[in-house]
């Protein structure tokens, strides 16, 4: 028996969503594959069980050898950022739930949500709530909006970064009504013009790292904002910034193509991820 937990793509609300502000999230189909096998303990590609063990603790699980691995490995040694603690917490919650013969249910995703943040000690639980719903969805507290799914590319960095000091930045600001007020508005506007609003909410942010005084924008994410625009579309960093990848909307398929060539070209890399259902059982094995 197995459960396949995808990982998540911010597309918009970084930031604002630690103080009440919505927050559109992706599921993408990278993430983590849980497997139910004889035996009993926990086995990890990394050897780092904190996230399985605490998620697996909270809902009791049978004893059981809980296997996990990456579903759908990237062509990078870099950390992406595409949100696997999380995906980890979900297909914890939903293998066990799987060798009891249940299914993970939205009155587990709130403990779902209670053990990623006490074992990362920070963050807005979305991709976690990414993780289980799938989709593209707008996430306020914990009521979910589904959206039409959008042809996003994923586009490295080249670097890792830290989402922990930048968050920590951020709060040292204290209360930000007008940024607040800005990315309520982007994020309304989203639907009817995503493209614009993608690139505007990936300014804003820019304005309050600079007034925080984290680093944001990398060279190559602003570069991968300037072919985004030559090719009819825009991009952003997706998450806290400083690194990991950016997400860019190109709405015609034969620019979006010749956009990711041109990433190639500077040697910026494709993350082959794409939209997917939430948490599933996968294929079952001997």
């Known amino acids: 028996m197995e459960v396949l937990a995808p ?26 594959r849980c497997r139910v096998l004889p035996g009993e303990g926990i086995s990890t590609p990394d050897g780092d069980a904190r996230f399985a063990q605490a998620a697996l603790s909270k809902v009791d699980a049978p004893a059981h050898h809980y296997e996990f691995s990456v579903w759908n490995p990237l062509p990078t040694d870099h950390k992406v950022g595409l949100g696997g603690s999380a995906a980890a917490v979900v297909a914890a919650i939903g293998a066990a739930r799987l060798a009891t013969g249940q299914t ?32 593209l969805s707008r996430f306020r507290d914990t009521h979910r909006t589904a959206l039409p799914p959008l042809p996003f590319t994923i586009i490295h960095s080249g670097q890792s970064a830290s989402t922990g000091p930048r968050v920590t930045a951020y709060k040292a600001l204290g209360h930000q009504p007008t940024f607040l007020k800005e990315c309520e508005d982007l994020l309304n506007a989203f639907e009817s013009s995503p493209v614009e609003s993608l690139l505007a909410y990936g300014a804003l942010v820019e304005e309050i790292a600079n007034k925080a005084k ?31 990848v950016a997400v860019a909307l190109i709405p015609e ?25 939430g948490l599933h059982i996968g294929a079952q094995h001997a």
């Open 214 to 244: 984290f680093s944001y924008l990398t060279e190559a994410h602003s570069k991968i904002i300037d072919l985004s625009r030559q090719f009819g579309g825009g991009a952003k960093p997706s998450g806290a910034g400083g690194g990991d």
């Open 104 to 135: 993970m249910c939205e009155s587990d995703l709130e403990i779902a949500k209670s053990v990623h943040l006490q074992v990362q000690g920070s963050g807005s639980g979305r991709d976690v709530m990414a993780s289980y719903y799938g989709g």
């Open 253 to 277: 398929e034969d620019a979006r193509a010749a956009f990711v060539a041109a990433c190639s070209l500077e040697g910026l890399v494709t993350v082959p991820a794409g939209i997917a259902t």
């Open 7 to 32: 990982g998540k793509l911010f597309v918009m609300g970084e930031y604002a969503v630690l103080d009440g502000v919505d927050a559109i999230v992706a599921a993408v189909d990278h993430g983590v």
